[in-house]
């Protein structure tokens, strides 16, 4: 069993920064791959990024190449989430997911609560 806790959200303007954090409890919890979801008021959940188990992966949604980076330590059970150039549209609930780098949701086996992050303008 994996427990996924993130933290990290807030209020920004935009153009600000913000790092999610995703920290993981569970023996086995540096060896899944990790996703991040994010979900808008009235919008369906889309995948944000993805890295695999060991890092030598990363996946990006289109809408944040250049302006996001996945990254994670093993040694702390945790990933990270580093989100650059912040736009209103980028507010939203963020998700870590435990099972998939791709944003496969039907290979995500673990769910993190969320952390609301808000942009505005």
């Known amino acids: 069993q994996v427990q996924l806790v993130e933290s990290g959200g807030g209020l920004v303007q935009t153009g600000d920064s913000l790092r999610l954090s995703c920290a993981a409890s569970?023996?086995?919890?540096?060896?899944?791959?990790v996703s991040w979801f994010r979900q808008a008021p009235g919008k369906e959940r889309e995948f944000v990024a993805g890295i695999t188990f060991d890092g030598s992966a990363r996946n990006y949604a289109d809408s944040v190449k250049g302006r996001f980076t996945i990254s994670r330590d093993n040694a702390k059970n945790t990933v990270y989430l580093q989100m650059n150039s912040l736009k209103p549209e980028d507010t939203a609930v963020y998700s870590c997911?435990?099972?998939?780098?791709?944003?496969?949701?039907?290979?995500?086996?673990?769910w993190g609560q969320g952390t609301q992050v808000t942009v505005s303008s």
């Open positions: 569970g023996r086995t919890a540096s060896t899944y791959a």
């Open positions: 997911a435990a099972g998939s780098y791709r944003g496969n949701t039907r290979a995500i086996q673990f």
